[in-house]
Every structure is written in C-alpha cells, then in structure tokens.
C-alpha cells in the first residue's frame, strides 16, 4: 500500500514511524513532513502545503496513494476529507461538517448542550451582542475562549471580571483576526485533566490508551499556555471506572448526536476532559483529531498496525477490531526553541540526535528541517523525546536521558513531565 499522511508535526512523524512498521505498506509520503520525517526509512516528504487540497488531490492521482491520513486539524476543516471522497480517494478523517466539532467552539458547546453532555456553563457572544453586565453577574475567575482556530493560543483563563471583559474586547478588536469575531466565555472549572482519543466510526467507537498532556510553559504547571510541552500515557487518573464513565456520559451520546445531526464521524476524536472533583468528566473541547503531543507516547505504545485499525473504521468494521498496547508506560518530553511560545527563534543547528539515536526510546521531530546535512530549529516545539518504562518514573527517566543529550541555543524543556501519575506511583508504594 502507499499511504500519504499530511503534516508537518511531532504527531505526523509518530504516524510515519508507526505505519513504516506495517507489513502491508510499500511506501509514505508526508506533505509537508519535516527533517525527522525526511531521515525516517521508508518515508519520503513531498513539498505541497497540508493545506493546498488540489495539488494534494493531484499527488495522490498521481501516485496512486491507497490510504491519506490527515494530522493536523486546518485541511479537515476546510474540508480536505470531503474533497478527497469526490475525487474517489481514500481519506481517513471527519468530513468538514463534523470536523466542526473542533472548528468552532460556540458550536460545540451548542452541541455539548443540546445532547446533555457534561461541560462547563457559559455564554456565547459577537461584538454586537456583548453584554459586560452579564460577566460582571459572573464569579471569577472565567474562561475566554475564540470561537474559531486559533492554534491553541485562543484560550485565556481570567482571574478577575475585568480581565475577562478586556480579553474579550481584545478578541472583537482582532487579537485573533476572524477566530476572535465570536467568543465562548465560561466557568472556570477544577480538577485534573486527561485526554481520551478513540477512533470513531459513525456510532461505533474505538478508544485508545489514555493520556495526559501538559499545557503550561514551564515545571508545576506555572507560565503560559503552550500547545503542550509534554505527555504520557496511560493516564492513571482515568481509572477503569472512569473510563467506564467517560465512554457513556461523552463519547457515546457525542457520536450518537453527530449522527442524529446528519454529520456522522470518522476519524480520531479527541476529548479533552476536566475530571471534576465529585468525579463529572466535563468536556473542555473536542479536536477532530489525534493530539500533539499526546500522539508521540501513544504510538510507542501501539502494538496493532494502525492501518489495520483506520481501514476497519472506513469499512465500517471498527467492531471487529482491537487496539492492542504495550503494558509500559511511555513519556513525551517536548523540546521548545527559545521565546516558545510568543517568538519562538528559529534556524539553530541541533546537536546530539545521533547520540540520541543510539539509545532506547525515540526522539520525534516538529519544528526541524534539513539545511545541507544538518537539522535545524523551524518551530516553536522542536522535538518530542519519549521513553518507555515500567513505571512512569522510569519512561520518564528513559525521556529525559533523551532529551539531555540534545542541545541548541536556546533549548527549553520541563523537567517535571509526568509528575502527577509519579505522584500516585509513589503513593501507592508507601502505601504497600
Ligand atoms: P481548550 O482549547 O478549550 O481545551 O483550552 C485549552 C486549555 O485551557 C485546556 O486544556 C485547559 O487547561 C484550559 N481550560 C479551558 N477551558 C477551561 C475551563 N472551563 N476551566 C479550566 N480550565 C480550562
């Protein structure tokens, strides 16, 4: 088989690795790709935008490609699976209607609501219909969210009522260009977060391992939101009884609903969830989509051929399937450039991968591209080492073994990526 995967992230050199390991496929492309991918055996990168839909229609004519897997989620909302179902090609990902799911966050929670699905209280507002006094009514603190894509910097958590009106006009003024034109304001909501990926096939549901992301900048959670600056999988704050819930109170009525609405889904579906403290799973949001970096601890883990799993799901055999998983433990450590997350410095050699490549784990490639021979620094999240281990503590020692070998000018990373499932381990050892 010949498979084209779209991307250019940590997330699409993950699947690249992954799929390169399948007995059934002969060749991958990956439009853009980038230096990890250009170096990955069997991969090759194809220089056409992730977004450019008919040179990418043309491509996979041309090539013959079976199987398109779509990464990241601005081809899927624009509408790249329906495009390719038109052109008679395979394309594994929801159609533009459903991938509204991520594409806009007013509908969402429109969605979220209308089905009675779990998910904070809020209010929906334009620059016409704002209404200060109905957040000044509010107890802070309060979250602003852009309605549309703002590539995960759209989200501004308010510690006072002021912060919020003036984050809020600051979006009606631009701040987030068309993203910003409607805006979600919402209760500020407690509890730990975890994220549940499944693959969807209009009712029927795979879930895969679970995961926990970390969104702030830097070590305990302090500095700014990022895109994620690490992950690790399995999650154990989702216990089996959990898991149990979140597949009943969210994933269920959500594809339920998506079907009922006329927009079935196929595709990754990720569900971000804040589990409360009484223990409600409340949906933060949905990505139509596997997550970054959530994707590069989830496939070290993966043993099935994750072909094997999307074609079921585009034949409508997802019930015939199993997704199975190594036991241990895996830990993603991101590696940012310097002035991640505001200005992120780009073109700085990287030392160290093939010191890295000798030793156990695997170091993913995001913002890296070749000059000459050399990889060099093209993004804010450069790298993803991950580690597998036993326990987590060990994945996470296996990950930053890794990571310490690696260095450029300006290199951030945390030091702390796991430390809540490290928490539990070590306090079910003193309890024992
Ligand atoms: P979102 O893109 O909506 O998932 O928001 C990005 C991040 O902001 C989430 O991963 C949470 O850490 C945080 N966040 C979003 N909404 C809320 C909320 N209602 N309460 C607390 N934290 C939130």
């Known amino acids: 088989m010949k498979i084209l995967i779209l991307g250019s992230g940590g997330r699409e050199h993950a699947f690249a690795w992954k799929i390169a390991q399948s007995p059934r496929v002969d060749a991958i492309f990956v439009a853009p790709g980038n ?29 013959a490609i079976d199987l398109t897997i779509v990464g990241p989620e601005a081809p899927l909302v624009i509408g790249v699976v329906d495009a390719f179902n038109a052109a008679g090609l395979r394309c594994f990902g929801p159609t533009q209607a459903a991938a509204r799911l991520e594409g806009s966050k007013a509908f969402t929670k429109d969605f979220l609501k209308r089905h009675r699905i779990p998910t904070a209280a809020y209010a929906t507002f334009t620059k016409a219909t704002f209404d200060a006094e109905w957040v000044r009514k509010q107890r802070a603190p309060l979250v602003v969210k852009a309605d549309g894509l703002a590539a995960g910097k759209g989200v501004i958590i308010c510690e006072t009522i002021d912060e919020a009106i003036r984050s809020t006009e600051a979006m009606f003024a631009g701040q987030f260009g068309q993203a910003g034109a409607t805006v979600v304001i919402e209760e500020f909501l407690e509890g730990e977060e975890a994220s549940f990926i499944a693959i969807v096939s209009g009712t029927d549901i795979l879930p895969l391992a679970t995961s926990q992301d970390h969104k702030r900048l830097d070590d305990a959670d302090r500095g700014p939101n990022t895109g994620g600056m690490g992950a690790y999988s399995p999650a154990p704050v989702v216990t089996d009884e959990m898991h149990a819930r979140i597949m009943r109170e969210v994933m269920e009525p959500t594809v339920r609903g998506l079907t009922a609405d006329g927009t079935p889904y196929l595709g990754f579906l990720y569900a971000g969830i804040m589990i409360a403290p009484d223990g409600t799973p409340n949906v933060l949001e949905f990505n139509c989509r596997f997550g ?16 094997d799993l999307c074609e079921a799901a585009l034949d409508r055999r997802l019930k015939e399937v199993d997704a199975n998983w190594d036991p241990r433990a895996a830990v993603g450590v991101v ?25 156990p784990g695997k170091v993913f490639h995001a913002g890296t591209k070749l000059q000459g021979d050399a990889v060099v620094t093209s993004g804010g999240r450069v790298l993803c080492a991950v580690g597998l281990g036993d326990s987590v503590s060990d994945a996470q020692r296996a990950a930053y073994a890794l990571a310490d070998t690696i ?15 490290i928490a539990r381990e070590q306090a079910s050892k003193a309890k024992k």
Do not use: C
């Open 335 to 359: 590696l940012a450039a310097g002035g991640y997350p505001d200005s992120p410095q780009k073109g700085d050699a990287i030392a160290g991968l093939d010191r890295a490549a000798k030793l």
């Open 292 to 307: 970054d970096p959530e994707t590069q601890p989830i496939m070290m883990r993966l043993q099935s051929d994750l072909i």
């Open 407 to 421: 260095q450029w000018q300006g290199v951030h990373y945390r030091r702390d990526i796991g430390y809540r499932a």
């Open 35 to 63: 230096a990890g991918t250009a170096l990955e055996p069997r991969v090759t990168n194809v220089d056409i935008a992730a977004e450019d839909v008919p040179r990418l229609i043309e491509f996979a004519k041309r090539e």
